[in-house]
């Protein structure tokens, strides 16, 4: 059956307000600065296998601004927004580029700037605060939490690539007449 776009913006509404309660339970729990964003962001892949990149960025956007004016805590609304809420679509977009290392380089390329762009923009809305909190276990301390979040985006990557194929092959048959 196809769907009308009122349909698929009312899905894709439905899912921007789960996703900004996702980031809100992490923002009040206090350890969910970065696995929140990235569980709001699989909430993107119904709409990407579904209707696509155009919705799915429609998602993206919405759950962006919502929890830009929302989240309480700004690391982790600027996370979503900057680093990892559009990476599903990104993602599906980069598994064009051949050879796989030129693809990982920039993924990888994607993230660190995004991360060093989230606290630029961290340390000009909050001031010097934020560098001297960075800083202050030195260079190789930071050096050893961007390996570490870089770590933690290759695992994020991987899973984003089994929660698809399972959405594919075992949700997407039972949900399919809801969709």
Same mark, same amino acid.
């Given at each position: 059956?196809?769907? %009308?776009?009122?349909?698929?913006?009312?899905?894709?509404?439905?899912?921007?307000?789960? %996703?900004?309660?996702?980031?809100?339970? @992490? %923002?009040?729990?206090?350890?969910?600065?970065?696995?929140?964003?990235?569980?709001?962001?699989?909430?993107?892949?119904?709409?990407?296998?579904?209707?696509?990149?155009?919705?799915?960025?429609?998602?993206? /956007?919405?759950?962006?601004?919502?929890?830009?004016?929302?989240?309480?805590?700004?690391?982790?609304?600027?996370?979503?927004?900057?680093?990892? @809420?559009?990476?599903?679509?990104?993602?599906?977009?980069?598994?064009?580029?051949?050879?796989?290392?030129?693809?990982?380089?920039?993924?990888?390329?994607?993230?660190?700037?995004?991360?060093?762009?989230?606290?630029?923009?961290?340390?000009?809305?909050?001031?010097?605060?934020?560098?001297?909190?960075?800083?202050?276990? @030195? /260079?190789?301390?930071?050096?050893?939490?961007?390996?570490?979040?870089?770590?933690?985006?290759?695992?994020?990557?991987?899973?984003? @690539?089994?929660?698809?194929?399972?959405?594919?092959?075992?949700?997407?048959?039972?949900?399919?007449?809801?969709?």
């Amino acid at each position: 059956m196809r769907k %009308s776009k009122s349909q698929k913006a009312a899905l894709c509404g439905v899912l921007a307000a789960l %996703s900004v309660v996702l980031l809100l339970a @992490g %923002s009040a729990l206090q350890v969910g600065t970065y696995a929140a964003p990235m569980l709001a962001a699989f909430l993107l892949i119904p709409v990407q296998v579904e209707y696509g990149p155009r919705y799915a960025l429609l998602l993206y /956007l919405a759950t962006a601004v919502l929890a830009l004016l929302l989240v309480p805590e700004t690391e982790l609304a600027l996370f979503y927004a900057l680093a990892v @809420g559009h990476y599903p679509v990104l993602r599906c977009a980069l598994r064009a580029v051949r050879p796989a290392v030129v693809r990982w380089v920039l993924t990888f390329l994607a993230f660190n700037a995004a991360v060093v762009l989230l606290y630029a923009l961290l340390a000009a809305l909050l001031g010097p605060v934020v560098w001297r909190e960075l800083a202050g276990d @030195g /260079l190789p301390m930071l050096l050893v939490l961007l390996g570490m979040g870089n770590a933690a985006f290759f695992l994020y990557d991987r899973a984003l @690539g089994v929660l698809t194929r399972y959405y594919r092959l075992a949700l997407r048959p039972r949900l399919r007449r809801f969709l």
